[in-house]
């Protein structure tokens, strides 16, 4: 389970900071004289989101090998489809005044960014992550199923050698840890936004 936690939260921060650029990319209001820059950015992330995890994962695990680093890049590469599109909606609907002022004012573009984007975005951001990695959890539970490492091995492996004690111990684990993170999480996002 302790694997399981890992590949999902390590797939998950690594979405989460690569769907930053994406999400920019994706967002109207960061373009506006280029209305092409944000369909670009919005076909990317749609294109990432189409791909299924189990047939990224499938990819990856050819192309590293049966481990939890190919559960993290399947994983990660995925999140970023749904992290980018949730990222540039909430950039897209941020209030423009405190960039307007601050362009008045003669500040530059990263200033901008700086100053009056990320600070109203940023807590959003943190909870769209949170949010993805309680699925990526159960998402991870999946990948190990196919050799992509964590509780899905085992759980396989159990229910192919008809062991069902193990296979409801396993089962049970997996329940009452996704109801863990998910309490928590549940938490830490209601003081977040």
């Known amino acids: 389970m302790i694997i399981t936690l890992e590949i999902a939260l390590l797939g998950t921060t690594i979405a989460a900071i690569l769907a930053v650029p994406f999400g920019f990319l994706a967002a109207r209001n960061m373009s506006r004289n280029k209305w092409w820059v944000s369909m670009l950015g919005k076909r990317i992330l749609n294109i ?12 990856f695990i050819v192309a590293v090998g049966p481990s939890p680093f190919a559960g ?6 995925h999140s970023i489809g ?3 599109k949730l990222y540039s909606e909430a950039i897209e609907n941020m209030e423009e005044g405190t960039m307007e002022a601050l362009t008045a004012c003669g500040a530059n573009r990263i200033q901008t960014l700086w100053f009056a984007v990320l600070p109203q975005v940023l807590p959003e951001f943190m909870s769209f992550a949170l949010y993805k990695f309680e699925i990526n959890v159960r998402a991870a539970s999946v990948l190990g199923m196919i050799g992509a490492g964590g509780i899905g091995t085992p759980l396989l492996f159990a229910l192919g050698g008809h062991s069902w004690h193990r ?4 089962l049970i684990g997996i329940i009452v ?10 938490a830490i996002r209601k003081r977040l936004v």
């Open 72 to 77: 993290v890049l399947a994983i990660g590469f």
């Open 177 to 186: 840890f996704v109801i863990l993170i998910d309490t928590i999480s549940g």
């Open 167 to 170: 296979v409801g111990a396993i």
């Open 82 to 84: 749904m992290i980018g």
């Open 48 to 59: 990432i989101r189409t791909l299924p995890e189990l047939i990224i994962a499938i990819l």
